[in-house]
């Protein structure tokens, strides 16, 4: 069973940075989809950024220029980095992957930015 966990979230002060992880279970060069998402208390699952595996990755437009996703093959990890946190970025984040109409989601970890 394919599994996705992310890690990294935390507490964190708006301006601050975090390094969100998501590693996988199985060889994610076998994914052509892999994204992350975030939900926000009272909103629903936005997109905010995703890998291709041409060319670069597409951020929504609320987190370009502080957002970078990223992944590593050889650690089956995909990764979030995000900088000049605010406190809208406040939400749950998960990672998607997959091959569709095969996809798999992590259970998401919390980034709160709070001063």
């Known amino acids: 069973q394919v599994q996705l966990v992310e890690s990294g979230g935390g507490l964190v002060q708006p301006g601050g940075s975090l390094r969100l992880s998501c590693a996988v279970n199985t060889t994610i060069s076998s994914f052509n989809l892999m994204d992350w998402y975030r939900q926000a208390p009272g909103h629903q699952r936005e997109l905010v950024a995703q890998i291709f595996t041409n060319g670069g990755p597409n951020y929504a437009e609320s987190v370009k220029g502080r957002f970078t996703a990223s992944r590593d093959y050889a650690k089956n990890t995909v990764y979030l980095q995000i900088n000049s946190l605010e406190p809208e970025d406040t939400a749950v984040y998960y990672c998607?992957?997959?091959?569709?109409?095969?996809?798999?989601w992590g259970k998401g970890t919390l980034v709160t930015v709070s001063s």
């Open positions: 998607h992957c997959g091959r569709p109409p095969i996809e798999y």
